[in-house]
């Protein structure tokens, strides 16, 4: 079995070389894409179906549709219904985690106006 090639250190004079040849840069010669290609040449590329406009980016007229992720429903919906408590009674028969959830949010806010 050969043994592979020492690499000794990178030149300065190199170095855009080397970082454009394994993808850190853009590859900017022909060289520098076919080593590109070699040494990336086993990688299984998940988005072959996929098309990217990079002038599209640049331009800032790429649009991709949002998606919306709801989480702990269960809890938005408890904490609504102790608000709603909260409207309807005001301070009578308030729960305490209430009482201290509000004053935290009180004094958050006023830290934020300062």
């Known amino acids: 079995m050969a043994k592979p090639k ?3 250190l990178i030149e300065i004079g190199h170095l855009d070389s080397w ?4 993808g850190f ?3 900017s010669s022909e ?3 076919d080593r590109f290609n070699k040494l990336y040449e086993d990688y ?3 988005l072959d179906n996929t098309s990217i406009d990079p ?3 640049i331009n800032s007229t790429f649009h991709r549709e949002p998606k919306v992720i709801t989480m702990f429903e269960e809890d938005i919906d408890v904490e609504i219904e102790s608000l709603r408590m909260v409207a309807r009674k005001g301070k009578e028969k308030l729960p305490q985690h209430i009482i201290d959830k509000m004053r935290k949010k009180h004094d958050q806010d006023s830290s934020d106006s300062n």
Do not use: H, W
Request: proline share 5%; net charge positive.
């Open 44 to 46: 299984n590329y998940k």
């Open 6 to 8: 020492k690499i000794g």
């Open 55 to 57: 002038i599209a980016i």
């Open 19 to 22: 970082l454009s040849s394994t």
């Open 31 to 33: 060289r520098e894409l």
């Open 25 to 27: 840069l853009f590859p």
